[in-house]
């Protein structure tokens, strides 16, 4: 008997150990969601558990504080601004280091290492910004003053914000200490906003080592409500941009007096030769990655425009749509080669006529175009008496792939950070100019993507008045930066 009254003893303790066992289980299961999880996906399993709220707090004090350094360009000083996030860095023990291009112009390069012979991921951005007029805005435009929600400052949006996301992302993954496949890099340039000679040129052709990323991320896409006039929000990420081709153009004259014109004046035949050539536009013309962007969004669209959009190669069908959804100068930009004059130099007294006279154009060339070609056509319509010069000779930067890792990773994290907008993502090419080509260059794609949401008339902002970021759209530019950064950096435990 005794030897049944302990076994019954232990069956109690045992069904006792049972029920607590199975109601600590269904607790802790309940809590961390798996009874909701698929099988196999151990992946999520060992995701480190972020604060984003303490996270976006603290990235906030630090965004306000990097707005505060006035890094205007010219002259691009970011020395100061780069040792602030540098501190930052270094009191966690992230690797770190800087680079002079010249005196001020400062560049830095943080690291999180993965395997050494993988290549890393990098996010990248820069601290310079372009002048403002303080008189003409209504919050100074270094004081970062935090208001009615958002943060105001020029670089808000271009470009500081990212770099903050980037930041919190390091501070983020190093924290949580989570196991790369792949490593994480930061750098932030000097002088983009001048054409990037003397910082991501600069480093790339002077310090690749120190970085080669497999590819990476920078400025140059985001979200926008109603491009074309479509319905939803629309992230369009830059995989190209328009060449930079800017000449110099000289008439050489006859010098007189202002009272009787002669039929040499150099203006005279300045102004006539660059009247036949904007009287002569280049023709509109669809490359793939625009036909495929359109296509996308026709399906956001109503008919007519629907119809145009998806259907743009056929005859007349241009001329329509150039009325309808491709009616606004900005998107007009990225179908056409484009030649603005910018600059006009002659003379030197109203009544003197002078013996040369200069005008400098900022022609931008679709990624298909023969520049070549399209100096033989142009000095054709400026005549023989217009010498044309180099400025700046274009670039022949290959676009990143719409398509494998890296792209993949930004469509799945825009479908779910951004589900709430109903994301589309189309492939894009910028009509400006970013550092990214010169990534591009080395060929490591790069994608024009900050993620946050703006409407067209926040992002008129930019390089305008009153610059400014939503610390909503701070905040959840931090989260989609981590995220993009884990989907393609955390080792699969
Ligand atoms: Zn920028």
């Keep these: 008997m005794p030897a049944l009254k302990s076994y019954r003893r232990l069956t109690k303790r045992r069904i006792a150990a049972i029920v607590v066992f199975a109601a600590v289980a269904i607790v802790a299961c309940s809590l961390s969601g798996c009874s909701r999880k698929p099988p196999g996906k151990s992946r999520e399993a060992a995701a480190p558990q972020?604060?984003?709220?303490?996270?976006?707090?603290?990235?906030?004090?630090?965004f306000r504080d990097y707005l505060r350094f006035d890094t205007t360009n010219p002259p691009s000083n970011t020395a100061a601004a780069i040792a602030y996030l540098k501190q930052i860095l270094d009191r966690e023990g992230i690797q770190t280091q800087t680079f002079e291009s010249k005196p001020g112009m400062v560049t830095l390069v943080a690291k999180l290492p993965g395997p050494p012979n993988i290549k890393p991921f990098m996010l990248m951005s820069h601290a310079d910004v372009v002048p403002a007029v303080a008189r003409d805005w209504s919050h100074p435009p270094f004081a970062a003053d935090l208001d009615g929600g958002f943060v105001w400052g020029r670089g808000a949006i271009d470009n500081k914000a990212h770099g903050i996301m980037a930041l919190m992302t390091m501070l983020a993954i190093k924290r949580a200490g989570a196991k790369l496949k792949r490593g994480v890099e930061m750098m932030v340039n000097p002088d983009e906003e001048a054409g990037g000679e003397n910082g991501a040129q600069w480093m790339v052709e002077n310090h690749w080592d120190a970085i080669a990323p497999e590819f990476g991320v920078n400025e140059g896409g985001s979200g926008t409500q109603g491009w074309l006039g479509s319905?939803?929000?629309t992230f369009r990420i830059a995989v190209a941009e328009k060449r930079v081709m800017w000449l110099r153009l000289i008439a050489h004259g006859t010098s007189g007096h202002g009272s009787m014109p002669n039929p040499d004046n150099p203006n005279t035949i300045l102004i006539e030769g660059l009247s036949r050539v904007l009287e002569n536009p280049p023709a509109y013309r669809i490359v793939p990655v625009i036909a495929r962007a359109f296509d996308a969004m026709s399906s956001r669209m109503d008919f007519p425009?629907?119809?145009?959009?998806?259907?743009?190669?056929?005859?007349?069908?241009?001329?329509?749509?150039?009325?309808?959804?491709?009616?606004?100068?900005?998107?007009?930009?990225?179908?056409?080669?484009?030649?603005?004059?910018?600059?006009?130099?002659?003379?030197?007294?109203?009544?003197?006529?002078?013996?040369?006279?200069?005008?400098?154009?900022?022609?931008?060339?679709?990624?298909?175009?023969?520049?070549?070609?399209?100096?033989?056509?142009?000095?054709?319509?400026?005549?023989?008496?217009?010498?044309?010069?180099?400025?700046?000779?274009p670039d022949l930067a290959p676009e990143s792939p719409a398509s494998g890792e890296a792209w993949d990773a930004i469509n799945d994290v825009v479908a779910r950070d951004f589900r709430d907008e109903a994301p589309l993502v189309v492939p894009s090419l910028m009509a400006g100019g970013t550092d990214s080509r010169f990534l591009r260059l080395k060929g490591a794609p790069s994608y024009?993507?900050?993620?946050?949401?703006?409407?067209?008339?926040?992002?008129?902002?930019?390089?305008?008045?009153?610059?400014?970021?939503?610390?909503?759209?701070?905040?959840?530019?931090?989260?989609?930066?981590?995220?993009?950064?884990?989907?393609?950096?955390?080792?699969?435990?």
């Design 231 to 233: 319905r939803g929000t």
């Design 50 to 62: 972020i604060d984003f709220a303490g996270l976006d707090t603290e990235g906030l004090q630090y």
């Design 305 to 393: 425009a629907s119809f145009e959009l998806s259907h743009i190669g056929w005859p007349f069908m241009m001329d329509a749509a150039l009325k309808g959804p491709l009616s606004s100068y900005t998107v007009q930009a990225l179908i056409r080669d484009t030649i603005s004059p910018t600059m006009l130099n002659a003379g030197f007294k109203v009544n003197v006529i002078p013996s040369t006279s200069e005008a400098g154009i900022d022609c931008r060339l679709l990624p298909d175009t023969n520049p070549d070609e399209f100096v033989t056509g142009l000095k054709h319509l400026l005549g023989p008496r217009i010498q044309v010069e180099f400025i700046q000779k």
């Design 448 to 493: 024009g993507f900050v993620p946050i949401v703006i409407s067209q008339s926040e992002a008129a902002r930019i390089h305008g008045v009153d610059e400014r970021l939503s610390v909503d759209n701070l905040d959840r530019g931090i989260r989609a930066t981590y995220d993009l950064t884990m989907e393609l950096c955390r080792a699969n435990q």
